[in-house]
């Protein structure tokens, strides 16, 4: 609730860990007072600035939740405008605000702000997960003036944290490389984080970041924000240190190329931007943070999943039914619930045999599959296994019918040449023709066959020569593109709200909290090298739950399958190899390995993970998971050094099980008739406390570069 104190109104936005503090002075204007640990004490966040000796504020604005540009603001602007009579000052004054309470766990706060000499308004919005410690915020913009108001910039969320040294961890890649991380303390100015790709916006660089206070960020202390904006398009990111030494986080769609005319009376909705701080370090904020996605973000993220055999990296283009049927038959054999159809089927005049040609044609090409997608649906029914779709709606290749009935429906420049991506263009989805045209791919695929149980949906290419034949304004094509494809996702989840769909973009381009409303999980990498694989799903762990990664075992590295399939299961698993080549021996133990999968996937989806050992400083990593009641929990280890002495010589220490329990261990996914080398005490009886002060050792070493291990509670 706020409440009033003799220097003004207090605006406390508070989880059950955390609290940002607004406070409103005199002059109506409003500040960032506080932004850290939840005080049980309400008045002691008043106290917390008097305690601050640091440089004064001359223009007395350096800490407002959303500063403006062109009156007395002299950092980076969250917002800049030009309004209808060509004044370039906004200044925002405090006028009220108010608070919902949304559900038991969820409370919302709205601050309005006003100009006083323009009828330009702003609300900003605050929404406080509390159990999750996790906040969202953005901003509304109205304005009533004579004309458009030209919107310069108009960020979601304006941070203000008091401290003195931060330490960024950003990251940053490429195909086949996402998710390499970078930790820098941050110097005075400003360092921006952002991409200007358009579509598959996250290639170079994901809307995800972390900062600390005080020190580089640990797993399980010091002070840490997780951030990320939920905006599936360009972004940025500011981060300003400023000369108090206070750091400014400055979020939202990036304003690059993208100036917004805002029509009286219409508003504007920023995308979120989404944190959580942790005093506890980057385990509990990502735990906090998984937790939320689950709960509230990730389409059906408290449900369950489905395994699958995918023909990507088996066939590439190269099928035909009577292949694919024997996949179908792989599908079964494996024990897998779906298979997964590729790229590939479709095209005729332009027939899909490559990436050059068919893109946007999606008629099942009659020489792979005469009789069509439903002779494959109908032979997955008869044998009792699912079948799900590749789809890349959004993009078209020139070599297609769609280019040539519709070149207006192609984003690039009309008075240059095109230039390519993949070989292929963007379709211009501002466009709501474009719009009814992706919808009906997807809508036509489940019409035409109800039992489809699955969509894998690609996107792989950027946005060279943005210009809409459609747009009036083209400076608004990056922000109407990506509310385009919003739209479709709404349409499509209006109409088949269960489906899974995998989140892909030639990898890992495009994974964010905006999309995943949509989708069950997402594709983190072409990059399936189970070694690789365990840095890059370690890094995405730090904000994304393990539900909701695609891991797929194929023939990337040169690992034993075992390797491959341990670490394909710390997410969602899934197979892309040619089965018929596995040895005997192989095919038994991915067979096994699913089947133990079924029984730990409920953890895995479902529990709390702890990273236990790094690879990035170790010559092994573990990781495990929890479930909620502390009765069950997996550990995964594997060896990532091929030095002479590698392996796990000393205990590991377990973490989040309960000190009060005894657990049995069990190492699973052996190899048929291979024996385990774990040392058990008698009674195969430990304590939880014995667990995480002393620890176990999971005997990870160049013979057992992988370990998993299954504690069962027996009390
Ligand atoms: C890129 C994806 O990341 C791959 O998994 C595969 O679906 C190809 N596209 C197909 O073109």
Same mark, same amino acid.
């Given at each position: 609730?706020?409440?009033?104190?003799?220097s003004?109104?207090?605006?406390?936005?508070?989880?059950?860990?955390?609290?940002? &503090?607004?406070?409103?002075?005199?002059?109506?204007?409003?500040?960032?007072?506080?932004?850290?640990?939840?005080?049980?004490?309400?008045?002691?966040?008043? @106290?917390?600035? /008097?305690?601050? #000796?640091?440089?004064?504020d001359?223009?007395?604005v350096?800490?407002?939740?959303?500063?403006? $540009?062109g009156?007395?603001?002299?950092?980076?602007?969250?917002?800049?405008?030009?309004?209808a009579?060509?004044?370039?000052?906004?200044?925002l004054?405090?006028?009220?605000s108010?608070?919902?309470?949304v559900? +038991?766990?969820?409370?919302?706060?709205?601050?309005?702000?006003?100009?006083?000499?323009?009828?330009?308004?702003?609300?900003?919005?605050?929404?406080?997960? #509390?159990?999750?410690?996790v906040?969202?915020?953005?901003?509304?913009?109205? /304005?009533?003036?004579?004309?458009?108001?030209?919107?310069?910039?108009?960020?979601?969320?304006?941070?203000y944290?008091?401290?003195?040294?931060?330490w960024?961890?950003?990251?940053?890649? *490429?195909?086949?490389?996402?998710?390499?991380?970078?930790v820098?303390?941050l110097?005075?100015?400003?360092?921006?984080?952002?991409?200007?790709?358009?579509?598959?916006?996250?290639?170079?660089?994901?809307?995800?970041?972390?900062?600390?206070?005080?020190?580089?960020?640990e797993?399980?202390?010091?002070?840490v924000?997780?951030?990320?904006?939920?905006?599936?398009?360009?972004?940025?990111? *500011?981060?300003?240190?400023?000369?108090?030494?206070?750091?400014?986080?400055?979020?939202?769609?990036?304003?690059?190329?993208?100036a917004?005319?805002l029509?009286?009376?219409?508003?504007?909705?920023?995308?979120?931007?989404?944190?959580?701080?942790?005093?506890?370090?980057?385990?509990?904020?990502?735990r906090?943070l998984?937790?939320?996605?689950?709960?509230?973000?990730?389409?059906?993220?408290?449900?369950?999943?489905?395994?699958?055999?995918?023909?990507?990296?088996?066939?590439?283009f190269?099928?035909?039914?009577?292949?694919?049927?024997?996949? !179908?038959?792989?599908?079964?054999?494996?024990?897998v619930?779906?298979?997964?159809?590729? *790229?590939?089927w479709f095209?005729?005049?332009?027939?899909?045999?490559? +990436?050059?040609?068919?893109?946007?044609?999606? @008629?099942?090409?009659?020489?792979?599959l005469?009789?069509?997608? /439903?002779?494959?649906?109908?032979? $997955?029914?008869?044998?009792?296994v699912?079948?799900?779709?590749?789809i890349?709606?959004?993009?078209?290749?020139?070599?297609?019918?769609?280019?040539?009935?519709?070149?207006?429906?192609?984003?690039?420049?009309?008075?240059?040449?095109?230039?390519?991506?993949?070989?292929?263009?963007? !379709?211009?989805?501002s466009?709501?023709?474009?719009? +009814?045209?992706?919808?009906g791919?997807?809508?036509?695929?489940?019409?035409?066959?109800?039992?489809?149980?699955?969509?894998?949906?690609?996107?792989?290419?950027?946005?060279?020569?943005?210009?809409?034949?459609?747009?009036?304004?083209?400076s608004?094509?990056?922000?109407?593109?990506?509310?385009?494809?919003?739209?479709?996702?709404?349409?499509?989840?209006?109409?088949?709200?269960?489906?899974?769909m995998?989140?892909?973009?030639?990898?890992?381009?495009r &994974?964010?909290y905006?999309?995943?409303?949509?989708?069950?999980?997402?594709w983190?990498? +072409?990059?399936t090298?189970?070694?690789?694989?365990?840095?890059?799903?370690?890094?995405?762990?730090?904000?994304?739950?393990a539900?909701?990664?695609?891991?797929?075992?194929?023939?990337?590295?040169?690992?034993?399958?075992?390797?491959?399939?341990?670490?394909a299961?710390?997410?969602?698993?899934?197979?892309d190899?040619?089965?018929?080549?596995?040895?005997?021996e192989?095919?038994?133990?991915?067979?096994? $390995?699913?089947?133990?999968?079924? #029984?730990?996937?409920?953890?895995?989806?479902?529990?709390? /993970?702890?990273r236990?050992?790094?690879?990035?400083?170790?010559?092994? $990593?573990?990781?495990?998971?929890?479930?909620?009641?502390?009765?069950?929990?997996?550990?995964?280890?594997?060896?990532?050094?091929?030095?002479?002495?590698a392996?796990?010589?000393?205990?590991?220490?377990l973490?989040?099980?309960?000190?009060?329990?005894?657990?049995?261990?069990?190492?699973?996914?052996?190899?048929?008739?291979?024996?385990?080398?774990?040392?058990?005490?008698?009674?195969?009886?430990?304590?939880?406390?014995?667990?995480?002060?002393v620890?176990?050792?999971?005997?990870?070493?160049?013979?057992?570069?992988s370990?998993?291990?299954?504690?069962?509670?027996?009390?």
């Open positions: 609730m706020s409440y009033t104190v003799a003004g109104q207090v605006i406390p936005i508070e989880t059950k860990n955390s609290a940002m &503090v607004l406070t409103v002075d005199k002059g109506h204007l409003l500040h960032v007072s506080y932004f850290g640990k939840k005080l049980e004490d309400k008045n002691d966040y008043i @106290q917390f600035k /008097q305690q601050l #000796q640091q440089a004064g001359p223009s007395g350096s800490n407002a939740p959303y500063s403006t $540009a009156s007395r603001n002299l950092f980076e602007p969250a917002i800049s405008v030009i309004h009579d060509g004044n370039t000052s906004l200044a004054q405090y006028v009220s108010s608070i919902k309470k559900s +038991d766990d969820i409370v919302e706060t709205s601050v309005q702000l006003k100009d006083p000499v323009y009828d330009f308004k702003v609300t900003l919005i605050y929404r406080a997960y #509390q159990t999750e410690n906040v969202e915020q953005w901003a509304e913009i109205l /304005q009533n003036e004579q004309g458009d108001v030209r919107l310069n910039k108009f960020a979601s969320a304006n941070l944290w008091y401290g003195r040294d931060f960024l961890k950003q990251y940053h890649g *490429d195909w086949a490389r996402e998710m390499q991380p970078e820098t303390k110097s005075h100015g400003i360092k921006t984080l952002d991409t200007k790709l358009g579509t598959r916006a996250d290639l170079f660089q994901p809307p995800i970041f972390m900062v600390s206070n005080g020190k580089a960020p797993e399980d202390q010091g002070e924000m997780l951030g990320s904006i939920e905006w599936s398009g360009n972004y940025r990111i *500011d981060l300003e240190l400023d000369n108090q030494n206070n750091l400014r986080v400055i979020a939202g769609m990036n304003n690059f190329a993208d917004y005319e029509a009286p009376g219409k508003l504007f909705k920023t995308p979120r931007f989404l944190y959580t701080l942790s005093q506890k370090g980057t385990g509990k904020a990502s906090d998984q937790a939320w996605a689950r709960k509230y973000r990730i389409l059906d993220g408290q449900g369950s999943r489905l395994t699958l055999l995918n023909n990507w990296e088996t066939t590439n190269n099928f035909n039914e009577e292949k694919l049927k024997a996949i !179908l038959g792989d599908t079964k054999k494996l024990g619930d779906l298979f997964l159809l590729d *790229d590939g095209g005729n005049k332009y027939p899909r045999n490559d +990436d050059h040609a068919g893109l946007g044609d999606w @008629q099942a090409n009659k020489k792979k005469p009789n069509g997608i /439903q002779a494959v649906v109908k032979q $997955a029914d008869q044998m009792g699912k079948f799900g779709i590749w890349e709606p959004e993009m078209v290749n020139p070599k297609s019918e769609l280019y040539e009935n519709h070149p207006d429906w192609v984003i690039k420049q009309p008075n240059r040449p095109e230039y390519y991506f993949r070989n292929q263009l963007v !379709l211009d989805l466009n709501p023709k474009v719009q +009814d045209f992706v919808f791919i997807v809508d036509s695929l489940f019409i035409k066959n109800p039992t489809l149980a699955y969509i894998k949906w690609d996107c792989n290419a950027v946005i060279y020569n943005a210009y809409s034949a459609h747009l009036k304004n083209q608004e094509l990056y922000v109407e593109y990506v509310r385009g494809l919003y739209k479709v996702l709404e349409r499509i989840r209006a109409k088949y709200p269960k489906v899974p995998m989140l892909c973009s030639g990898g890992g381009g &994974v964010d905006a999309a995943l409303k949509y989708f069950t999980e997402f983190p990498s +072409d990059n090298d189970p070694l690789e694989r365990i840095y890059l799903q370690w890094e995405y762990s730090y904000f994304y739950p539900i909701a990664s695609a891991n797929h075992v194929t023939n990337w590295g040169s690992q034993p399958i075992k390797y491959k399939v341990d670490v299961m710390m997410g969602k698993l899934g197979f190899i040619p089965v018929s080549k596995l040895k005997p192989e095919l038994t133990f991915c067979k096994d $390995a699913v089947k133990q999968y079924d #029984q730990l996937s409920d953890v895995i989806w479902h529990g709390d /993970q702890y236990l050992v790094s690879p990035w400083n170790h010559d092994f $990593a573990s990781i495990m998971y929890v479930n909620t009641d502390k009765s069950k929990a997996v550990m995964f280890s594997y060896l990532v050094s091929n030095r002479y002495d392996g796990s010589e000393l205990p590991v220490k973490k989040g099980l309960d000190a009060h329990k005894h657990y049995k261990i069990e190492e699973v996914n052996l190899y048929k008739g291979a024996k385990s080398k774990i040392k058990l005490n008698k009674e195969n009886s430990y304590s939880g406390s014995f667990l995480m002060e620890g176990f050792n999971p005997v990870v070493n160049a013979g057992r570069s370990v998993v291990l299954v504690l069962t509670a027996t009390d």
